[in-house]
């Protein structure tokens, strides 16, 4: 329990960071760009959304998950779940 409070802290402490970077120091935020969708504006109501680009699919069929991010990098290899 003590290390799952600590990853907390840890990762509030990188966004306090981040958000003084940007904020304070000048840094450029680069936001969150999905890897399967565009953003696009939608036709009927002219709101920028995001569209399925049906990349995946074309990856898929290949086996190429080069594009996709490993989700497992923060895990310690002796992590109970």
């Given at each position: 329990?003590?290390?799952?409070?600590?990853?907390?802290?840890?990762?509030?402490?990188?966004?306090?960071?981040?958000?003084?970077?940007?904020?304070?120091?000048?840094?450029?935020?680069?936001?969150?760009?999905?890897?399967?969708?565009?953003?696009?504006?939608?036709?009927?109501?002219?709101?920028?959304?995001?569209?399925?680009?049906?990349?995946?699919?074309?990856?898929?069929?290949?086996?190429?998950?080069?594009?996709?991010?490993?989700?497992?990098?923060?895990?310690?290899a002796?992590?109970?779940?």
């Amino acid at each position: 329990m003590v290390d799952r409070s600590l990853s907390h802290l840890h990762k509030a402490s990188s966004m306090i960071a981040g958000y003084v970077l940007v904020c304070f120091v000048g840094w450029e935020y680069r936001g969150y760009e999905p890897k399967w969708f565009a953003k696009q504006s939608d036709p009927l109501t002219g709101n920028l959304i995001h569209m399925f680009t049906h990349e995946y699919w074309k990856c898929k069929l290949k086996l190429d998950w080069s594009r996709c991010p490993d989700i497992f990098v923060d895990w310690p290899a002796t992590s109970q779940h």
